[in-house]
């Protein structure tokens, strides 16, 4: 992998997205989430619309005066059963570059507790 992560807290149901990830995919306003068909990946990736599936990225966060946490009982417990997820604990996922650099792919499967 290339030092890309995401985190997930799962007792706060909160999602940690790592500046250098949003940065990579060239600093989008908006992003959404994607889980494969088998869930064993997570893909995020730039959605210019204004949506229930999407969020936005404050310029605070490319600004370096506050981090990305994005709140969601929902991804967070659907994966927590997904993949026999402890919900008192918090797992960091590796994540790949798409090569045209527009989106990034996270490894489920790959989580270790933190």
């Not at 088998?38 to 969020?55: A, E, N, W």
């Not at 310029?59 to 994966?79: A, F, H, N, P, W």
């Not at 996270?106 to 507790?113: G, N, T, V």
């Amino acid at each position: 992998m290339n030092g890309v992560y995401i985190s997930f807290y799962l007792k706060a149901n909160r999602i940690h997205i790592f500046v250098e990830t949003l940065r990579s995919m060239d600093s989008p306003r908006r992003i959404r989430f994607l889980i494969s068909e088998d869930g064993q990946v997570l893909l995020i990736h730039p959605y210019d619309k204004r949506g229930f599936t999407s969020h936005r990225i404050p310029q605070e966060v490319y600004d370096g005066k506050r981090s990305l946490e994005i709140s969601s009982y929902k991804l967070c417990t659907i994966l927590a059963e997904l993949h026999g997820w402890d919900l008192r604990c918090s797992y960091r996922v590796p994540g790949r570059i798409a090569a045209d650099a527009r989106s990034v792919s996270f490894f489920l499967d790959k989580a270790e507790a933190i």
